[in-house]
């Protein structure tokens, strides 16, 4: 299964090891704001999430500040080579400043269900639970400099003003999610 633009997504229940925002589990409701949900899945190892960092917190203040809740799930299996992406780890991260709660999807049935690919992928979701932009950030994950497109913030800013997003889905560019089999 996977979720496209048009989608209804189904809920969730993570364990949340953000120290400081969010609740010690979260559903999509708990995640919800008035105007939606970004939704990012995400990792601490992947050099594509790791040079996007910075950009991914400036979209997260921005949804944010427009009614639109924002969280991150690692969906990265728990006894792969990477143990930055362990839950201890990622709780040690979050208690050194990433500014959204930090779910993690242990039993990687949320990014199964989603139909998530690499990382970081994200979906923005509007106040009814609808895909109405899934894809990457930009076109230059590793370099900022180097990025000629905008996808994600364009999306936001046209839906934030009540349109339709011009570009609904994009691929995302990262690391592929490390997959229990």
Not at 102 to 114: C, E, G, K, P, R
Not at 149 to 173: C, F, H, M, V, W
Request: glycine share 6%; proline share 5%; charged share 20%.
């Amino acid at each position: 299964m996977s979720f496209e633009p048009g989608d209804t997504v189904s809920d969730f229940l993570l364990e949340n090891v953000h120290p400081n925002i969010g609740k010690s589990e979260m559903n999509l409701q708990d995640i919800m704001d008035v105007n939606g949900a970004i939704i990012v899945f995400s990792c601490l190892h992947c050099p594509y999430v790791i040079g996007n960092i910075s950009r991914i917190e400036k979209i997260a203040e921005k949804a944010t500040s427009n009614g639109v809740g924002f969280v991150a799930i690692n969906s990265n299996a728990a006894n792969t080579m990477y143990e930055s992406d362990s839950a201890e780890n990622t709780k040690i991260a979050c208690s050194k400043g990433i500014p959204y709660p930090f779910l993690i999807d242990s039993d990687q049935s949320v990014s199964a269900s989603w139909g998530a690919e690499r990382t970081p992928e994200f979906y923005l979701i509007n106040n009814e639970k609808n895909v109405i932009y899934r894809g990457r950030l930009d076109d230059s994950p590793k370099n900022p400099n180097l990025a000629t497109t905008a996808e994600l913030d364009d999306a936001l800013s046209q839906y934030l003003a009540g349109n339709k997003p011009n570009k609904q889905r994009t691929e995302s560019i990262g690391c592929s999610i490390k997959w229990v089999y």
